[in-house]
């Protein structure tokens, strides 16, 4: 299944945290419709992913403990940078593919317009994000717009979600020179797994079939993973 994501040029978020900002806890987002009321949150995890700086124009956040990274302690309590990890800065390959490593935990590489982690290719996307996580050899929860979401996998696989939003200018002003924008679509990519968000039409599409969100019960997003799920 393939996901979309939309530009984020309009999106405010939060991260929160229990112990600093490496601990393991909660990861909420929002998007704000500029031209009315807040949407509900965007993602909600289980696992802190923790920000680690803009690249090509994308946010990149990363799975991180304390003791993944205790040399970079002292930077990241420096002054307001408590929420973020150290800049990376990339291996140049031949043939101009930039890697980008976080230690041995997480790598990111970037070539022909295309941010690849964990066997799986997302394109660059103004103001997108990719999260990067762990190797587990289990299903992958996490939560989008408040519904659930299972990633089922019986081999072991490193997590990545990836996500950006398109809005669009209104006819009405905001004030001289600026133009009310509203959110007309999000893209979220689980591996090969998409859901696209229609705001307008109250509808998702998954793998570009409709689905109508259900708090209730959990979304399997099957075949996300380069395997066949044991059942």
């Known amino acids: 299944m393939k996901s979309k994501i939309l530009p984020m040029r309009s999106c405010r978020h939060t991260l929160c945290f229990a112990i600093l900002v490496l601990s393991p806890s909660c990861v909420t987002e929002t998007v704000e419709d500029r031209l009315s009321r807040p949407l509900p949150k965007i993602l909600e ?122 809005e669009q200018a209104l006819d009405e002003k905001k004030g001289p020179g600026k133009s009310l924008v509203t959110l007309t679509r999000e893209v979220l990519q689980v591996g090969l797994a998409t859901i696209e968000t229609l705001p307008r039409e109250g509808v998702w599409l998954v793998n570009g079939r409709k689905y109508l969100p259900d708090t209730t019960r959990p979304l399997e997003l099957d075949g996300a993973v380069h395997a066949k799920v044991a059942r």
């Open 45 to 166: 995890l289980t696992t802190g992913a923790i920000p680690a700086g803009f690249y090509h124009g994308v946010q990149f956040f990363f799975e991180v403990e304390p003791g993944d990274v205790p040399d970079a302690m002292a930077w990241m309590l420096e002054g307001t940078r408590t929420r973020q990890l150290p800049p990376i800065f990339p291996e140049i390959e031949p043939g101009g593919a930039e890697v980008y490593r976080l230690r041995d935990l997480h790598e990111v590489t970037f070539r022909h317009n295309m941010f690849e982690t964990g066997g799986y290719r997302y394109p660059r996307m103004p103001g997108a994000r990719l999260y990067v996580f762990k190797k587990r050899p289990e299903n992958f929860s996490f939560s989008f717009r408040g519904q659930g979401i299972v990633v089922p996998s019986d081999v072991r696989w490193a997590p990545s979600i990836y996500y950006y939003a398109e």
